[in-house]
């Protein structure tokens, strides 16, 4: 007998080989009928594979992300299945899951798949999932695995089965298919109820260009038709609400080849955006006891030599400028110039906590591959900031940091987010963290115990912190439920000691502070990216570019319309006119396109009595308004910074 622990705290014992799938139906039918994989001491298993020792169980069902994973690779395994029922002598590459479903790359030999084409494999994959085939793990010799491969003709796998060890190879077979795997899948395909092959493309064979070019398909699967109607309207809801295509229907921004690849070209309507952005950084700042500083966008290699950038970073960085016998670099992050600031003076425990903040420029070669609208851009605009403070202030300032993301969080209207807490790696010490593991335990477990006692929601990821210490990504969700990292915090032992920062403590003892890495509106790229998607381009009137448009009906009016612009501008809104000889029905619906918040339609009666008639972008007509009326009403939603909603 063995001892199965439960994420409850009970333990039970089951008879040695037995299955995670058979302790779910033990404990009921229905339960079972919804596990696709098990955590078994924290590795994800096969639900239907022998457990021989004490262990701790957790099953996964579709509400788990490794659920959900494991679903995902599974359903590739049987993308895999149909092509090769399909396209007789297909060789494949890799089939893995992704955040949102999967895809696999495989060489037809010559032949050509086209869009077309995916509504026949959907139809086979559905046809073969219906057959409830068991994913069956078998664990084979490396030597029988060559054979096996090198019989089929398939020189991908055999490619793989180079850096595998003996002793380590499963395979998988559901069906007629048999893959390199090492899993795990769900119990058999009949999990599998709705199935979408979203789109089919060209991809370099292990993503190098001198490489043979591979088809790559794309899919998605869930195991209900009702959760894929779901996800199929969100991508076309998605689609609207592109930040590249409403960036350029909105003119916020556009890019040039001339300029270069990732180099964003902020237009006057973005950069009201970024203006705006700046001024809530600033007043929260200022709120919070934060300094503003300005630094430059090069440095000396020595710089990044002491900060450990350089050894960790350089492929991020542009190469090197030589000036006068120095190599100069441009700055892709702003931290180790804020610590010569913090360096120009003494200081002691009366100046910290120290806070300095800026929106600095900075510069990172993202792979071409990469860049994607402004999401991955090449020059970067961050609402940075370094808190240098104490170990007794830390949970007071990092505390005050999350409550500042909350903070933005209800401006924004952002109703769904996590804490990511990235945690090192203690196999990587020393290659890719710091080795200081000590102090690795130490901040982890303090950045723990203030998300625990402050109740954010959190996750724990390991082998994904910076290198210098522990981080928090912030993940948010706009408001169709897609997610976005929206920024990082980082808390920072390693770089204090590397640029021998001290203050004097009340012992009058020099002491190393900690430094924390915030930056809660990440940049102005990545943010106007997620909020031009999240209001689908309909910005509340504080952020608006332009808040309110004039219309006049005819030129008779342009008199009167030129005055409320006039008392409009001095109330600090930001009004244009519509002076063109179009039809006011035209002027209405093209000031819709450009989704400002506020139309007013001035006429001989709004003329004659002081008037304006108002109409609210998608809302309609709102009514008939005195001016100063409406001037105190647009100028309550842009002071108190209002949702429109």
């Known amino acids: 007998m063995i001892n199965i622990s439960f994420p409850d705290g009970a333990v039970r014992e089951y008879e040695a080989g037995v299955s995670a799938l058979d302790i779910a139906k033990s404990i009921s039918e229905g339960l079972a009928r919804k596990v696709l994989a098990a955590s078994v001491n924290g590795q994800v298993w096969d639900a239907t594979r022998p457990i021989y020792q004490d262990a701790s169980l957790k099953l996964l069902t579709w509400d788990d992300a490794d659920g959900k994973n494991t679903f995902w690779h599974s359903s590739a395994h049987l993308l895999a299945e149909a092509v090769e029922a399909l396209y007789p002598g297909v060789k494949f590459w890799v089939g893995p899951a992704l955040d949102k479903g999967f895809y696999y790359d495989m060489d037809l030999g010559g032949r050509q798949m086209g869009e077309e084409d995916l509504a026949k494999l959907e139809q086979k994959m559905n046809e073969l999932a219906k057959k409830g085939s068991q994913y069956i793990r078998k664990e084979i010799s490396k030597k029988d695995a060559i054979q096996y491969f090198t019989e089929k003709g398939d020189e991908y796998k055999l490619d793989l089965l180079q850096g595998l060890e003996d002793g380590n190879i499963t395979f998988y077979t559901q069906g007629d298919f048999t893959d390199l795997c090492r899993g795990p899948h769900i119990p058999n395909t009949g999990f599998i109820k709705a199935i979408k092959l979203t789109n089919v493309s060209g991809a370099y064979w292990k993503g190098d260009e001198k490489n043979k070019m591979l088809t790559r398909v794309y899919g998605i699967s869930f195991p209900n038709q009702k959760e894929l109607d779901e996800y199929l309207q969100m991508l076309e809801e998605a689609k609207k609400r592109d930040h590249r295509k409403l960036g350029k229907e909105l003119s916020i921004y556009t890019m040039n080849d001339d300029i270069g690849q990732g180099l964003i070209l902020w237009m006057p309507n973005g950069t009201v955006i970024i203006e705006e952005l700046e001024k809530l950084a600033k007043e929260t700042e200022s709120e919070a006891g934060y300094k503003r500083v300005v630094t430059p966008h090069i440095a000396k290699e020595n710089l990044y030599l002491t900060s450990g950038h350089l050894p960790y ?295 004659n009595e002081q008037k304006l008639s108002v109409r609210r972008q998608g809302k309609g007509d709102m009514g008939v308004f005195d001016v100063q009326a409406f001037i105190d009403l647009v100028s309550i939603e842009i002071r108190e910074r209002k949702s429109g909603e």
């Open 313 to 607: 970073y350089a492929d991020s960085m542009y190469p090197p400028m030589e000036l006068e016998g120095e190599r100069y670099y441009l700055k892709a992050m702003n931290c180790p110039h804020h610590h010569k600031i913090f360096d120009a003076e003494p200081k002691s425990y009366r100046d910290l906590p120290y806070r300095i903040a800026e929106y600095g420029t900075c510069y990172r070669y993202e792979q071409s591959g990469e860049l994607f609208g402004l999401m991955r851009v090449r020059c970067l605009h961050m609402n940075d900031a370094h808190i240098y403070c104490s170990k007794e202030q830390f949970k007071q300032e990092f505390q005050a940091v999350n409550d500042m993301y909350l903070k933005y969080f209800k401006i924004f209207g952002i109703e769904k987010y996590v804490m990511r807490l990235s945690l090192h790696d203690p196999a990587k010490l020393g290659e890719k963290y710091v080795n200081e593991p000590e102090l690795w335990k130490e901040t982890e477990e303090m950045v723990r115990k203030v998300l625990i006692e402050t109740g954010v929601p959190y996750v724990e990821v390991k082998g994904e912190g910076a290198f210098y210490g522990p981080k928090i990504d912030v993940q948010i969700w706009s408001a169709i439920g897609r997610e976005f990292t929206l920024a990082t915090n980082q808390v920072d032992f390693a770089q204090p000691r590397r640029f021998k920062l001290s203050f004097t403590n009340t012992n009058n003892e020099p002491e190393i502070p900690l430094v924390i890495h915030r930056a809660p509106l990440g940049t102005h790229e990545r943010f106007i990216g997620f909020l031009l998607e999240h209001y689908a381009g309909k910005f509340p009137v504080w952020l608006a570019p332009l808040q309110v448009k004039l219309l006049p009906i005819s030129d008779k009016f342009m008199d009167y319309a030129v005055s409320v612009k006039n008392q409009l501008g001095k109330a600090g809104v930001r009004v244009e006119i519509d002076d063109r000889n179009e039809k006011i029905g035209k002027k209405i619906r093209d000031t819709e396109l450009m989704k400002v918040p506020y139309m007013l339609v001035v006429g001989e009666k709004e003329a």
